[in-house]
């Protein structure tokens, strides 16, 4: 009886959809507990990479029940085209995915009204994917928003088209080209294709599973950095992305929560505007931009690349209680001779600290790194008794400074090119 967590220490695009992939047959449910679909979560087997937005990283695996919990805010018609893109794999998508009745609807006008924030901010953009995060999120808190189980209304329609009016008198002020009637067809088919899946009180079907003895996987989306509290504000999305917001985002209670897996890039990335200390804005960057295909999942952005960051790893280990760290991608890095480490930061004031300051927009940040040297070798195919001694040192540098075990790292986008160790520290 218990749910384990699985999230994001960086800025997203970790590996999570992998990872979930590879665990999901240990558990009996996997749940989504907040963001949408500005996450985009890859998976790669048997030679198919499959991008998901919104549906859980758990929908390969037949035994695997899905649910896309009430922190979720879904559009449907992004819903509707995921699915298609599913059907063609022959999985039993109605019987295995159940819905949030509380999950918040993204409705076309949240899209818009991304677009017009952004465009209102000019140079000082965040860099949202334009799914209307934000603005859903802002109705949901603004308690004017719509829900998962609003469709099941009669009187939807007029529900929707009072949020909607309110949403045009804004955008009256942006110019904002769009075609409403459009718009309202493409989203009506949408929420009539979606009243077709198990829409449910996800709540009480978690809470069921629990007390029958089933185990849980919540999967977390874009990553501790990036969270609405504790990520580099206001460069961040608008939804709790940490272990406790897959109680609130799941309505499942701290005591259920059983492991944390604390998922991290050997490297770091960050796609949209906002600090990045350790960034590489040289050839570096681009040569781990290129070999790490550091291209963004959703929006096909290129994403930013430099060296690992231990402060704000230690950071995003605290805040979510992270009881074992997985290591993604460490192929890439044999591109290097030498491997730079950020261990602690020196502010413009010369204070030198592991912590990360409150100010991180005008303060200069210069990482301190420590150099190791690199593996240079390929990790294809390579078993943990086999990996280089200088991967096995860098790991044990990591382990020792973050003080939580990595029992899992990945050399390859593939299920298979997963290595879970044996040997960890006492
Ligand atoms: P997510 O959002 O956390 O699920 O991550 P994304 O799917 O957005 O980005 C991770 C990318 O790295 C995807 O293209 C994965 O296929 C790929 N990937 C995952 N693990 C590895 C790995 O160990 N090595 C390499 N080279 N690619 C990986
Ligand atoms: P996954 O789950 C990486 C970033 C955007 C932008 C900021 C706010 O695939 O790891 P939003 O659209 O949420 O309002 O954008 O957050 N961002 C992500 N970056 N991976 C993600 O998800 C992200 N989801 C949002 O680029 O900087
Ligand atoms: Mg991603």
Redesign the pocket.
């Known amino acids: 009886m218990k749910l384990d967590v699985l999230l994001?220490l960086q800025?997203?695009?970790?590996g999570?959809?992998k990872i979930v992939d590879v665990l999901a047959p240990g558990y009996d449910v996997v749940a989504r507990f907040q963001?949408g679909p500005?996450?985009?979560?890859t998976l790669e087997f048997d030679g198919i990479k499959h991008v998901l937005h919104q549906i859980p990283s758990g929908i390969f695996r037949a035994k695997t029940k899905n649910v896309i919990g009430n922190g979720v805010v879904l559009d449907p018609i992004v819903f509707k085209s995921e699915i298609e893109k599913l059907q063609k794999y022959n999985l039993d998508v109605k019987s295995n995915l159940y819905i949030s009745k509380k999950a918040t609807l993204i409705i076309p006008t949240h899209r818009l009204l991304?677009q017009a924030q952004e465009k209102a901010k000019g140079v000082n953009k965040?860099?949202?994917?334009?799914?209307g995060?934000?603005p859903s999120y802002q109705d949901k808190i603004g308690r004017q928003g719509l829900r998962v189980g609003d469709v099941l209304a009669e009187n939807f329609k007029m529900k929707l088209h009072k949020l909607v009016d309110l949403h045009l008198e804004i955008l009256k002020h942006h110019d904002i080209v769009f075609n409403w009637t459009e718009l309202e067809s493409q989203f009506l088919e949408a929420v009539a294709f979606l009243k077709q899946f198990k829409l449910i009180d996800s709540e009480y079907f978690l809470n069921h599973e629990l007390k029958a003895g089933a185990s849980i996987l919540a999967e977390?989306?874009?990553?501790s950095l990036?969270d609405i509290d504790f990520g580099s504000y206001p460069?961040?999305?608008?939804s709790n992305t940490v272990t406790a917001g897959a109680c609130t985002g799941l309505g499942v209670a701290p005591c259920h929560i059983g492991e944390v897996f604390g998922i991290f890039k050997a490297y770091s990335t960050?796609?949209?505007?906002?600090p990045f200390p350790t960034e590489l804005l040289n050839e570096e960057g681009e040569a781990m931009r290129k070999e790490g295909k550091e291209f963004?999942?959703?929006?096909g952005?290129p994403r930013r690349c430099g060296w690992i960051d231990l402060p704000s790893l230690k950071y995003s280990i605290m805040i979510n209680g992270v009881t074992q760290l997985l290591m993604m991608k460490a192929d890439v890095l044999s591109i290097f001779p030498a491997i730079k480490i950020c261990t602690q930061y020196k502010l413009s004031n010369g204070t030198v600290t592991d912590q990360v300051p409150y100010e991180q927009i005008n303060e200069n940040i210069t990482p301190i790194y420590v150099e190791v040297k690199g593996w240079s070798c390929s990790l294809k195919g390579l078993v943990e008794a086999e990996l280089p001694k200088e991967l096995q040192n860098y790991v044990e540098f990591l382990e020792r400074s973050l003080e939580v075990p990595i029992s899992l790292i990945s050399t390859g986008p593939d299920r298979s090119e997963t290595i879970h160790r044996l040997k960890q520290p006492a």
């Open positions: 994001g800025w997203g695009d970790e999570k959809g963001g500005n996450a985009g979560h991304d965040i860099g949202s994917t334009l799914k995060i934000g977390g989306a874009q990553g990036l460069f961040v999305t608008s960050r796609v949209g505007s906002g963004g999942s959703t929006t952005r």
